[in-house]
């Protein structure tokens, strides 16, 4: 049975606002608030209250612009002088580190179904693409729990991972395309993927840089008379990056984090409205896809 409208957004207002409390309850003892969004989806899916909710490729779409959202916030709040020190790890982490990743948790789950669990066997190809499915870090988790916990690291640490889970999904998103495509049977050309995997990294720069540079350019030349309006318009030139940088062939993500750096290291009109909108959006889209994603874990 569909769901009215009032009663939709009374559920969904509910869910947040307990997502919220929980948040707050949780920051008293150093508990990562995602993590309790993530349970507060689960409490109300249908091993808890029982809302009943499957929607893949919504979940999806809401990723893309939430991701989107909290990457360009995050590079905003990323300064130069903190990432220059690191590019060549950041680089080497998001490329063979995520392939390192891939191949050593790949042979631990081989491992450990082949050798604990006799019922639940994968053969190694089939281990290795789960574990490509997660070898890239999330970089949601990653930008909230750096920047809301007061983590305090040293030796550049905190830009270095914040570098690394803002760049390391075009490798992630290859290995697994090319272990799919193995497993299906299908031809995988070593080449093809490499390459594939280059034009994802250089599009998705040039079209971060690109699109940073328009948008720096934007903010200074619109002259509004209402300052609220600027984030809005910013909003929509966020969105444009992705979409832009994907149907080129890059990697819209990165590019949108690289579009955040830059605009975060320039000077740009009505800033104070800016940072102040995307704190607090990039809050809310965080909320809801946490809670989505507990909302599709069926532990039973």
């Given at each position: 049975m569909p769901l009215s409208t009032e009663t939709f957004l009374i559920i969904g207002s509910v869910v947040i606002f307990v997502a919220i409390l929980l948040g707050k309850v949780g920051a008293r003892f150093g508990?990562?608030?995602?993590?309790?969004?993530?349970l507060t989806g689960m409490l109300f899916g249908v091993d808890g209250i029982g809302i009943q909710f499957s929607n893949m490729r919504g979940v999806q779409s809401i990723g893309i612009v939430a991701l989107s959202i909290i990457l360009f916030s995050g590079g905003m709040g990323t300064k130069l002088s903190q990432i220059r020190p690191v590019i060549g790890e950041g680089i080497a982490l998001s490329t063979i580190g995520v392939l390192l990743t891939t191949l050593f948790t790949g042979l631990l789950i081989f491992g450990v179904t082949h050798y604990l669990f006799a019922s639940l066997t994968f053969s190694l190809p089939i281990a290795i693409l789960l574990a490509a499915t997660m070898s890239s870090t999330d970089s949601a988790s990653v930008f909230a729990i750096l920047r809301s916990q007061r983590v305090h690291l040293k030796?550049?640490?905190?830009?270095?991972l914040e570098l690394e889970?803002?760049?390391?999904d075009p490798m992630a998103y290859m290995i697994t395309v090319a272990l799919i495509g193995f497993v299906m049977g299908g031809e995988t050309s070593l080449w093809g993927v490499a390459g594939s995997l280059v034009l994802q990294f250089f599009f998705g720069i040039i079209g971060?840089?690109?699109?940073?540079?328009?948008?720096?350019k934007m903010l200074n030349n619109l002259n509004i008379q209402n300052e609220v309006l600027y984030?809005?318009?910013l909003l929509?030139?966020?969105?444009?990056?992705?979409?832009?940088?994907?149907?080129?062939?890059?990697n819209g993500y990165l590019a949108v984090y690289i579009a955040g750096i830059y605009l975060g290291n320039s000077k740009i009109t009505a800033r104070k409205s800016v940072y102040g909108f995307f704190d607090g959006i990039t809050w809310l889209v965080q909320i809801i896809l946490f809670i989505m994603?507990?909302?599709l874990v069926n532990p039973s």
């Open positions: 508990v990562p608030a995602l993590l309790l969004f993530l030796e550049n640490l905190k830009p270095l889970s803002g760049s390391n971060g840089f690109l699109f940073g540079w328009l948008c720096v984030p809005i318009a929509c030139f966020v969105m444009i990056t992705y979409v832009s940088t994907w149907y080129i062939g890059g994603l507990g909302l």
